[in-house]
């Protein structure tokens, strides 16, 4: 079965400066979509942002980034110049092809930003 | 475009009790999902719909919980009777997903808090 694993229940980063926030998965499949999703207190989930596993490129969103390492099953979310509004919990997500389009969640990172 | 909505925002029943949470997905959004969110968790899984067939419900507890899709739009999640454990956040989300191809996003609603005491 698929796992995906979030070790770092709580961090916090200074406004404007960098921090990572860790991932990793197990999965026997090579077809897979890795997310990172957002949930504020409003408790909506929003997509911060996804990497295909087929492509080696980490992808990137504004201040979002991941470093996808394939081999390793290590999935980390970089945000530089944090913010305020980037206080949230984040949660690290798998989707593969075998699971009928089934999401797998990690238990969550609680980030806080200090002014 | 409009969000997946979710109805009620905040439930509080004694235990033992029945509930439902309602659902309206994205227009045209074919897959459904119920996840449950307990307090410091990621969510989980409950039911998957597509269209309005079931496509996976084996982390449902049967017992006691039922989901139904009539005519393939809204949907509801019942609870009866609830137990403190069922305490939880319930999210619904929605998604497109093209035949033959993967999901890659999930469109989510802003959940139901319930507390059972």
């Known amino acids: 079965a698929q796992t995906v694993t979030q070790s770092q229940p709580e961090m916090s980063v200074q406004e404007a400066e960098t921090v990572t926030l860790s991932c990793t998965y197990d999965t026997s499949e090579s077809d897979y979509y890795l997310f990172w999703y957002k949930q504020p207190p409003s408790r909506q989930m929003i997509l911060v942002i996804r990497q295909e596993a087929y492509k080696q490129q980490n992808a990137t969103e504004n201040r979002f980034s991941v470093n996808f390492q394939k081999a390793a099953k290590s999935f980390s979310l970089k945000i530089s110049d944090s913010q305020l509004g980037d206080a949230a919990m984040y949660f690290c997500a798998y989707i593969g092809a075998r699971a009928r389009n089934q999401f797998y969640f990690g238990t969550g990172t609680s980030l806080t930003v200090i002014p | 475009e409009a969000g997946v909505a979710q109805s009620p925002r905040y439930k509080i029943i004694e235990k033992r009790q029945s509930v439902a949470f309602w659902c309206n997905p994205i227009s045209g959004h074919a897959t459904l999902y119920w996840y449950q969110q307990i307090l410091g968790q990621g969510p989980k899984l409950l039911i998957q719909f597509q269209n309005n067939g079931v496509v996976d419900d084996s982390q449902l507890p049967k017992d006691r919980f039922s989901a139904e899709r009539l005519k393939g739009v809204d949907s509801t999640l019942k609870i009866q009777p609830a137990k403190l454990e069922d305490s939880a956040v319930y999210l619904c989300?929605?998604?497109?997903?093209?035949?033959?191809?993967?999901?890659?996003?999930?469109?989510f609603g802003q959940g139901t808090r319930l507390t059972v005491v």
């Open positions: 989300a929605s998604s497109l997903i093209p035949p033959g191809r993967m999901n890659t996003e999930a469109f």
